[in-house]
């Protein structure tokens, strides 16, 4: 199973996670399973609430090519691709984890080096993968979440 954590804080925030859930169809071999949509706190310089989630999917798109694909999705979607890190944001869809491999190359990091601090993506990820445990530590997700530093979040009444 792959994992992807999805997040916006810009515009239609539900309107752009939907549509991603629809480009994450078209890179996915079957319907991926979404978690619920976590409304949280803006996090560095981030001014706005953002909306999260993470789809479980299969693909039979290597890590790179996966890769590829995001980020052209996130470009063609009005992503700043050189915008400063943790600012607001059309759409981020980042890999969390890829058939429990540890995986890396000059462009990607699986599982995503910063997943584990992230209570946004640990919260969502708990709900399509509620047996995940760390594939670099062996760490389960209740164990990760109860480390990750306190931030404000809650489940949104938005449905996909």
């Keep these: 199973m792959i994992f992807i954590a999805l997040g916006t804080s810009l515009d239609d925030k539900a309107a752009n996670l939907r549509e991603a859930a629809s480009f994450l169809r078209t890179v996915s071999a079957g319907e991926p399973k979404f978690s619920s949509i976590w409304e949280t706190a803006p996090v560095g310089p981030s001014s706005n609430t953002f909306l999260n989630a993470v789809a479980a999917l299969e693909s039979p798109l290597e890590p790179s090519a996966l890769l590829r694909s995001v980020k052209e999705y996130e470009e063609q979607a009005g992503r700043n691709l050189s915008a400063a890190r943790w ?34 993506v640990l919260c969502p990820l708990r709900e399509v993968a509620p047996g995940w445990t760390d594939p670099e530590n062996g760490d389960h997700i209740d164990t990760l979440i109860r480390n990750a530093a306190p931030l404000q979040l809650s489940k949104s009444r938005i449905k996909w």
């Design 87 to 120: 600012s607001d944001r059309i759409i981020d869809l980042d890999i969390i984890g890829y058939h429990g491999r540890v995986y890396l190359d000059a462009d990607l990091e699986i599982p995503h080096p910063r997943y584990r601090e992230r209570l946004f």
